[in-house]
């Protein structure tokens, strides 16, 4: 009578021609451990079988390709399970299973030992502190930052122009341009009426007098 074996869906099947190997992942984090690799005793009887048609030569080797061929057919066979529950034993002291969400977790890393659950159901205390400790420092330093004046002697009222008028060059603020000593406001007052032009104007739009 077969026994059965637990199932998870937590591990990768890397097994090949040759033998048996299987890849466990951490369902929260993605930590992943390797079994040792089980040769296949399939594929060494396989080969001997071969070598020894080989040997013999005609019938006898026909008949020991067919036996090698059957054993190669036996990929979800007793072997394997055999393997895969080997690879269970292996690996299973380095995982838990969270009676919270049910996840298989890495006990080096996602496990909370002293309440027996894994810690994206219950963190460590230590651990969700400094989280909590470095979100408020963030939130301070963007409240502080906020208060603080970084805009001394700058003229919010003028409007920004990012490009000389004159050679087209960026601009980095300012009255005049640093390249060329073009005026940088973004209107021009006349001498007369004091009305206010549009950059580049040569009379005023107000009086006509002379801007230049």
């Not at 906020?146 to 009222?157: E, H, K, Q, Y």
Request: proline share 4%.
């Amino acid at each position: 009578m077969s026994s059965s074996m637990p199932f998870t869906d937590n591990y990768r099947d890397l097994s090949n021609g040759d033998g048996y190997q299987f890849e466990f992942r951490c369902e929260r984090c993605g930590n992943g451990y390797r079994s040792a690799f089980r040769r296949s005793m399939r594929k060494t009887g396989g080969a001997l079988l071969r070598g020894v048609g080989s040997f013999l030569g005609g019938r006898g080797s026909s008949l020991a390709y067919q036996a090698s061929s059957a054993l190669d057919r036996g990929t979800n066979s007793t072997e394997k399970d055999a393997a895969l529950r080997a690879a269970v034993t292996e690996i299973s002291p380095m995982f838990v299973q969270c009676r919270g969400c049910g996840d298989w977790v890495c006990e080096q890393v996602c496990w909370n030992d002293q309440v027996g659950q894994c810690v994206r159901c219950t963190p460590i205390q230590s651990e969700q502190l400094a989280q909590l400790q470095a979100q408020a420092r963030e939130t301070q330093l963007r409240d502080k930052l906020r208060d603080t004046p970084l805009i001394d002697g700058i003229d919010v009222a003028q409007q920004s122009v990012p490009r000389c008028p004159g050679c087209q060059s960026q601009t980095t603020g300012g009255k005049f341009c640093g390249n060329c000593g073009t005026a940088l406001a973004a209107v021009r007052a006349c001498g007369g009426c004091q009305a206010q032009n549009p950059p580049g104007a040569v009379f005023c739009c107000e009086c006509g007098g002379s801007l230049l």
